[in-house]
């Protein structure tokens, strides 16, 4: 975060080099430690003085820090509260004052099944119809479209999947 914009003032960004995130120093700035280019890691180590009264770093890492807080009343409260909250349990099983009325019960045959059923029976078996009136309708249909699936021509048509299949192909050749 704040690194970043204090790379933003003093450098330019994604010069050509060796690493990823590569800065090459603005003119100004180029007296610090002799250096040209500075990555991220490097830069922690250089000396940094930021104009204007802002931030400046100094340095290398050189250990590791770990911070405990205080162990008040406070923070053990909360980590009481904290430790609470997640043994309980996700799902809860509840008593139930009277039994359940409202049953699911199976159903041999649903109602769509029932309507797909009826409307096939209407629909009845898909017969040849005279070869050239097959052929019209497939005419008109591609005058509407350019493409159609196999599946959509033999609704059209009316007609079993193998004829329509065999009067396209004639149609294409």
């Given amino acids: 975060g704040y690194l970043k914009e204090i790379l933003k003032e003093i450098g330019v960004q994604n010069v050509k080099g060796i690493h990823k995130n590569t800065w090459e120093l603005k003119p100004e700035y180029r007296h610090y430690q002799g250096e040209e280019r500075v990555t991220e890691r490097t830069f922690t180590s250089m000396l940094m003085q930021q104009l204007k009264d802002k931030l400046s770093l100094e340095g290398i890492v050189v250990q590791r820090a770990e911070c405990r807080p205080a162990a008040s009343e406070n923070y053990m409260r909360l980590k009481r509260l904290q430790i609470e909250e997640s043994s309980k349990p996700v799902r809860l099983s509840q008593q139930l004052d009277k039994v359940v009325t409202t049953n699911y019960k199976p159903v041999a045959n649903h109602q769509y099944n029932i309507?797909?059923?009826?409307?096939?029976?209407?629909?009845?078996?898909?017969?040849?119809?005279d070869k050239q009136h097959v052929l019209d309708m497939l005419f008109s249909a591609f005058e509407k479209h350019q493409y159609y699936n196999l599946k959509d021509l033999v609704d059209i048509t009316k007609q079993p999947v193998a004829d329509s299949c065999r009067m396209v192909a004639k149609m294409a050749s």
Avoid: V
């Fill in 115 to 129: 309507e797909y059923e009826r409307k096939k029976k209407e629909d009845g078996k898909r017969a040849r119809a």
